[in-house]
């Protein structure tokens, strides 16, 4: 049987808080959220961006950069979004959410960018 690693997280060390999936996984480099943004469009999604301070990403509330992109299916149009909500708020999490029409609920969600915790 393989051994399962361990990935210790706790509320007291910040930096070892993790935020999903992806997030045991090295950043993304700019190909690979390409491919992400590029699997969400090709899936029909309609992709949303949204953003906050790290001290506050373990709670519900984001805040929503923008109105979500109904029917894009630029993936550059996308890109373009993520690194402007990332370059107007430096410190903060952003993350790209793929909501599925058919299912009525988020197909996908992602960290892209991750702020700095304090």
Same mark, same amino acid.
């Given at each position: 049987?393989? @051994?399962?690693?361990?990935? #210790?997280?706790?509320?007291? =060390?910040?930096?070892?808080?993790?935020? !999903? %999936?992806?997030? +045991?996984?090295?950043?993304?480099?700019?190909?690979?959220?390409?491919?992400?943004?590029?699997?969400?469009? @090709?899936?029909?999604?309609? #992709?949303?961006?949204?953003? =906050?301070?790290?001290?506050?990403?373990? !709670? %519900?509330?984001? +805040?929503?950069?923008?109105?979500?992109?109904?029917?894009?299916?630029?993936?550059?149009?996308?890109?373009?979004?993520?690194?402007?909500?990332?370059?107007?708020?430096?410190?903060?999490?952003?993350?790209?959410? !793929?909501?599925?029409?058919?299912?009525?609920?988020?197909?996908?969600?992602?960290?892209?960018?991750?702020?700095?915790?304090?």
């Amino acid at each position: 049987m393989t @051994q399962v690693q361990d990935y #210790p997280s706790r509320l007291s =060390t910040p930096e070892s808080r993790k935020m !999903g %999936t992806f997030s +045991y996984l090295p950043p993304m480099d700019d190909a690979q959220i390409r491919a992400q943004v590029a699997w969400i469009v @090709q899936h029909g999604w309609n #992709p949303a961006i949204e953003h =906050t301070e790290p001290d506050f990403a373990r !709670g %519900t509330y984001w +805040y929503m950069w923008k109105l979500p992109m109904f029917g894009e299916s630029d993936v550059d149009a996308i890109l373009a979004e993520l690194k402007a909500c990332h370059e107007a708020n430096p410190g903060h999490h952003v993350r790209l959410i !793929g909501y599925d029409n058919f299912t009525q609920s988020q197909g996908a969600n992602m960290v892209v960018y991750r702020g700095a915790a304090v």
